[in-house]
């Protein structure tokens, strides 16, 4: 059992800078690969990125590729997504999921989820 606590989402402005974190809980955080998802209002929820349990291997959606980072520290049970620069089409709910087998783009396939963290990106 994995539970998954999002934060760090806010309200900024086009060209700002965000880094949301995901706490996780748990003993074997380190054998989960780890993915962020994220829902605008009125859309399905669509994969952002993903990174497998070492840190060694990540993967990105084409809308953010280049400007988000994923990234994790196993010590700290934790993961994070750092955004830069935002764009008033990143503004969703931000959500953190993690599975038990290799990284994957497929919402279906994460078997926990965090409740979301929201960003608000303003033109």
């Known amino acids: 059992q994995v539970q998954l606590v999002e934060s760090g989402g806010g309200l900024v402005q086009a060209g700002d800078s965000l880094r949301l974190s995901c706490a996780a809980s748990?003993?074997?955080?380190?054998?989960?690969?780890m993915g962020w998802f994220r829902q605008a209002p009125g859309k399905e929820r669509e994969f952002v990125t993903a990174i497998d349990w070492s840190g060694g291997d990540t993967y990105y959606a084409d809308s953010v590729e280049g400007r988000f980072t994923i990234s994790r520290d196993n010590a700290k049970n934790t993961v994070y997504l750092q955004m830069n620069p935002l764009k008033p089409e990143d503004t969703a709910v931000y959500y953190c999921?993690?599975?038990?087998?290799?990284?994957?783009?497929?919402?279906?396939?994460?078997?926990?989820w965090g409740r979301g963290t929201r960003v608000t990106v303003s033109s």
């Open positions: 748990g003993r074997t955080f380190s054998s989960y690969a």
């Open positions: 999921a993690a599975r038990s087998w290799g990284y994957s783009p497929n919402r279906d396939e994460y078997n926990y």
